[in-house]
């Protein structure tokens, strides 16, 4: 049974570019949000996604917009990237009908140059 | 606004007993999650309380008092393994479930 995958692992970006992050969620699961975690913080909640339709937002500008696919895996792009984007983006996912419990991906890890 | 307070570092010393503390502030409580997370590794499910009291799990136990905001992860027999940063998260209802989490405990054990 494959867990929550995500890709790539790391990727280098400048100021001003933009890019895009791939989640897979784990077997079943039909809901999938993400997070940004900052090193020596915890994760910050960005969005989750059901039925292909944004569900809840958490403080991130704009700039940070997603997708769901009909086959519940996800994207994460960010436009016009700030140096204090570079972090660790993590994806979990879940079951809408389910415990609620959140599986969480390895993560991307951002750096910004 | 949401606000969980959980201690930034510990150490111990190892086969001894630790106990984290998280307190929170926050509307729309559901739940209480910990997990654990090593570095450079995705955080993983320890536990998750929804009703006041104690839930035991082997080695690892979370207590959770809802009319006090408050709630403790216990972790006892301290393997060397057990350094990680400990996360709780505030499990929110509004439109939908979502996670808020604490900064993390840095949890050093030492022999």
């Known amino acids: ?3 929550v ?3 790539p692992t790391h990727l280098i970006k400048t100021r001003g570019q933009q890019v895009t992050l791939r989640c897979s969620p784990k077997s079943g699961h039909d809901t999938v949000s993400w997070y940004q975690q900052a090193l020596g913080q915890g994760p910050q909640f960005i969005f989750q996604y059901y039925e292909e339709e944004e569900r809840q937002r958490g403080n991130f500008p704009d700039r940070f917009s997603g997708h769901q696919f009909p086959n519940y895996s996800s994207e994460l792009n960010v436009n016009a990237l700030l140096l204090g984007d570079s972090a660790l983006y993590l994806c979990a996912s879940s079951l809408v009908q389910g415990d609620n419990e959140q599986f969480f991906g390895p993560g991307t890890r951002l750096t910004v140059l | 606004g949401q606000n969980i307070d959980q201690p930034t570092e510990m150490t111990a010393t190892e086969g001894a007993i630790v106990q984290i503390n998280c ?3 926050t ?3 559901n739940g209480l999650f910990w997990y654990q997370q090593h570095a450079g590794e995705a955080p993983t499910f320890l536990s998750y309380n929804v009703l006041d009291g104690l839930e035991e799990k082997g080695r690892f136990s979370s207590f959770l008092s809802r009319s006090k905001g408050y709630s403790y992860l216990l972790l006892k027999e301290l393997q060397m393994k057990d350094s990680a940063s400990y996360l709780c998260a505030v499990e929110i209802v509004d439109s ?3 996670l808020i989490f604490g900064s ?8």
């Open chain 2, 23 to 25: 307190t929170y502030q």
């Open chain 2, 104 to 111: 993390g405990t840095r949890l050093l054990v030492r022999p």
């Open chain 2, 27 to 29: 509307s729309g409580f």
């Open chain 1, 1 to 3: 049974d494959a867990g």
């Open chain 1, 5 to 7: 995958t995500q890709s």
């Open chain 2, 96 to 98: 939908s479930y979502k």
